[in-house]
């Protein structure tokens, strides 16, 4: 069974980023055995701290993964800071980091029409960067994310079956 690690890039308990990863995680069963991060726990990057126990949690948590599924709002038409904050800890050293040929597997949300195609585009654009290994398939994207989401629940089951067929392709390829 694949452990999937999700990594949302919203602080907010009530986000449409967190609720998606719940509905999912409650649709994947025990297919796989899910682990959610907490990016906003993690310092601001500065590479003089060192031996920061939160920061090490967090990439053991990266490292144990098969794969890593991001799910991310876009802000200001790029990914939030929390997430890049959480990303830059993560790939030290740089090109042989625990990035280094991770699976990694992207969903954007967003308020509006375009479903955070931007914020996608760019946490791809850095990914390859770390050289991880982002998932082809069609673009997973959440338009209107949060005209979606009642009492923290998702409820869009286009979106999810669309998503979870894309997860499940994502899934058959890791090693576990």
């Given at each position: 069974?694949p452990?999937?690690?999700?990594?949302?890039g919203?602080?907010?308990?009530?986000?449409?980023?967190?609720a998606?990863?719940?509905?999912?995680?409650?649709?994947?069963?025990?297919?796989?055995?899910c682990?959610?991060?907490?990016?906003g726990?993690?310092?601001?990057y500065?590479?003089?701290?060192?031996?920061?126990?939160t920061?090490?949690?967090?990439?053991?948590?990266?490292?144990?993964?098969?794969?890593?599924?991001?799910?991310t709002?876009?802000?200001?038409?790029?990914v939030?800071g929390?997430?890049?904050n959480?990303?830059?800890?993560a790939?030290?050293?740089?090109?042989?980091?625990?990035?280094?040929?991770?699976?990694?597997?992207?969903?954007?949300?967003?308020?509006?029409?375009?479903?955070?195609?931007?914020?996608?585009?760019?946490?791809?654009?850095?990914?390859?960067?770390?050289?991880?290994?982002?998932?082809?398939?069609?673009?997973?994207?959440?338009?209107?994310?949060?005209a979606?989401v009642?009492?923290?629940?998702?409820?869009?089951?286009?979106?999810?079956?669309?998503?979870?067929a894309?997860l499940?392709?994502?899934?058959?390829?890791?090693?576990?």
């Open positions: 069974m452990r999937l690690l999700f990594v949302s919203s602080l907010r308990a009530a986000s449409s980023s967190r998606v990863i719940r509905a999912l995680i409650d649709r994947i069963g025990t297919r796989a055995d682990i959610i991060a907490d990016p726990a993690l310092p601001h500065n590479a003089d701290v060192q031996d920061d126990p920061v090490a949690a967090f990439i053991g948590e990266v490292e144990q993964a098969d794969g890593v599924v991001f799910v709002p876009e802000y200001n038409y790029s939030p929390v997430l890049k959480a990303i830059d800890w790939s030290r050293p740089a090109y042989a980091s625990v990035f280094l040929d991770k699976p990694c597997f992207v969903i954007t949300v967003s308020g509006g029409v375009m479903g955070g195609v931007r914020a996608q585009a760019h946490l791809k654009y850095i990914l390859n960067g770390m050289l991880a290994q982002t998932f082809a398939c069609k673009e997973v994207v959440v338009p209107q994310s949060n979606t009642t009492d923290g629940v998702f409820k869009n089951d286009d979106v999810l079956d669309f998503a979870l894309n499940a392709d994502f899934m058959a390829t890791l090693d576990s």
